[in-house]
């Protein structure tokens, strides 16, 4: 019928191809002051000409519409410890995160928290995500139960943690494979949502928990797999005192089976040349989480040399090792830390790796990251300026790239319209959102 069909206006902006990291000559798909049509939650068509009467039509002229964001790496019971004070990695997990995890025991809690921030991810246009809810099992339903509510594509699983957390936070063996087979049987599959094997990372896990976690992988071929790897120097050494037998960090999740095209490993600031190798040979991706990096003093990550390597590259935003949802404010990060590591990333590499690369290494491409007819209509409507200073700055922009960089780098969250997930709105800004002075 007619309300299953829309006809957006706006300047298209998308990839059909990975650009090079510090290239800005290689542009991206722009189709300015185009029509994206929208039937049944799919996108069927892009073209320049107004469509016919039988489309209800919405025009945002100057504005921006990007597939929706894919975050590769985020925390939602992690929404309670953004911008928490003085710590690096291990400590900030004590003092901070284990305590505000813990609260996810609480049923009605977890549920309250999965709303609040999924709600918080489509206000800054990330409409899919890979999720570590907590090491309850109840964290993972609330999660779940609110994505499908919502629509959008996430992936996610119950934190494994047998060792090295408070009491109150560890599961054991047993119980966690019993609560990962039925959170398996429940979700993996269902609608547009899929499970991920999540052991938190090696250090809170015994030999017998990851053996565990491979097991699974081994008996479920279509599952992902998300953990930690080589985030932090302390964690490094823990890891090679915890592991003496491993070659490296990354090796003991091979070791035990859990590295394959559909493994995804936080961070890797601290990898070597060997590591990437196996990464490009089992196909494992890495989210390069910047803002957290930056913000827990973890590292540089070396973008070139792991994809020199071989290894896909996508971004998470990693809340709340990370100071904010938005994957604008992630990618705006994301060249600072190649900045300070000596490197210029483009835009285009940046919005590529949180769109299409991201959908291509999950290998979701068919369904997300592009305004490709077929793909669901996971949409994000942008301003490019909210204030007379922005406008000013928009308005002498030298280049395509120079316009998008700009756009990437000063936007907020209040810059997000409208976002739709397979077609449904979402998010819309208030109406009341007045103009920023500057
Ligand atoms: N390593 C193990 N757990 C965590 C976490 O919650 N956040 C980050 N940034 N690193 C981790
Ligand atoms: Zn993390």
Not at 69 to 84: C, E, K, N, R, Y
Not at 307 to 325: I, N, P, Q, W, Y
Not at 344 to 364: M, V
Request: aromatic share 8%.
């Amino acid at each position: 019928g007619h309300d299953q069909k829309l006809a957006l206006f706006g300047d298209l902006l998308d990839f059909t191809e990975a650009p090079p990291l510090t290239d800005p000559g290689a542009e991206p798909r722009w189709r300015p002051a185009h029509w994206l049509l929208i039937e049944h939650g799919r996108i069927v068509g892009v073209q320049r000409h107004e469509p016919d009467a039988s489309w209800p039509k919405e025009r945002h002229p100057g504005r921006l519409i990007l597939p929706g964001f894919i975050d590769t790496h985020v925390h939602s019971a992690q929404i309670d410890v953004l911008g928490a004070w003085g710590t690096e990695l291990l400590d900030w997990l004590e003092r901070h995160t284990f305590p505000a995890e813990a609260r996810m025991d609480d049923p009605e809690h977890a549920r309250f928290i999965s709303a609040l921030f999924l709600d918080g991810l489509l206000a800054t246009g990330t409409t899919s995500a890979m999720v570590f809810p907590t090491v309850h099992r109840d964290s993972v339903d609330a999660l779940f139960e609110a994505g499908s509510a919502r629509g959008m594509r996430l992936i996610a699983g119950k934190v494994l943690m047998d060792r090295h957390a408070p009491e109150f936070l560890r599961d054991d063996v047993a119980q966690a494979e019993q609560d990962c087979v039925e959170l398996i049987a429940r979700w993996h599959g269902h609608g547009r949502l899929a499970y991920a094997v999540t052991p938190r990372f090696a250090p809170t896990s015994t030999d017998a928990q990851l053996a565990m976690a491979g097991a699974l992988m081994a008996a479920h071929p279509g599952l992902y797999m998300q953990t930690h790897v080589a985030e932090n120097r302390d964690e490094v050494r823990w890891v090679s005192e915890l592991f003496p037998w491993s070659r490296s960090y990354l090796d003991v999740y091979e070791h035990f089976g859990l590295l394959g095209p559909r493994s995804m490993l936080a961070h890797g600031i601290w990898l070597d040349s060997d590591d990437r190798a196996r990464l490009a040979a089992t196909g494992a991706m890495i989210s390069h989480c910047p803002s957290s990096n930056l913000f827990l003093g973890s590292g540089l990550f070396d973008w070139p040399a792991a994809r020199a390597g071989g290894a896909a590259v996508t971004m998470g935003c990693d809340v709340g090792g990370g100071t904010s949802l938005s994957m604008l404010r992630t990618l705006a990060d994301g060249y600072q830390v190649q900045a300070l590591a000596g490197r210029r990333i483009t835009a285009w590499a940046l919005l590529h790796a949180a769109t299409r690369g991201a959908a291509e290494a999950l290998g979701l491409a068919h369904e997300i990251g592009s305004l490709e007819p077929g793909t669901l209509a996971d949409v994000v409507v942008w301003d490019t300026a909210r204030s007379p200073v922005e406008r000013r700055r928009q308005s002498v922009a030298r280049d395509l790239h120079d316009a998008i960089f700009a756009w990437l780098t000063l936007a907020g969250d209040d810059h997000v319209v409208s976002t739709r997930v397979a077609g449904v709105e979402r998010y819309r800004r208030p109406a009341d959102h007045d103009e920023k002075p500057t």
